[in-house]
């Protein structure tokens, strides 16, 4: 078993700066890949970003040249840092670990609890 824990949510005004992190318990083959996930109400959940564990990376559309993944491997930690943040970027963010299926799948084993985040107009 794998425990993600996420923190550094809150609210922040628009144009403002959040770092999120995902620290877990224990790295195992099956959780080499962490993505950052979020929801927001009555909407499907959406991808955020990725990392292997090669340090390799992936955004969705809507957070390129914004959000930055990155990862400390000593400390079996990845951050978020979320740039130019919009009122749509509110969501529960939840980050999720996993191993990579084939080049372009992905399943996730292991999920954390999430961590709110609001963007004021």
């Known amino acids: 078993q794998v425990l993600l824990t996420e923190s550094g949510g809150g609210l922040v005004q628009a144009g403002g700066s959040l770092r999120l992190s995902c620290a877990a318990s224990?790295?195992?083959?099956?959780?080499?890949?962490t993505g950052w996930f979020r929801q927001a109400p009555g909407k499907e959940r959406e991808f955020v970003a990725r990392i292997n564990w090669s340090g390799d990376t992936a955004y969705g559309d809507s957070v390129k040249g914004r959000f930055t993944i990155s990862r400390d491997n000593p400390k079996n930690t990845v951050f978020l840092q979320m740039n130019s943040l919009q009122p749509e970027d509110t969501a529960v963010y939840y980050c999720?670990?996993?191993?990579?299926?084939?080049?372009?799948?992905?399943?996730?084993?292991?999920w954390g609890q999430g961590t709110q985040v609001t963007v004021s107009s």
């Open positions: 224990r790295r195992t083959a099956n959780s080499l890949v």
């Open positions: 999720a670990a996993g191993a990579m299926i084939t080049a372009t799948r992905y399943q996730y084993n292991y």
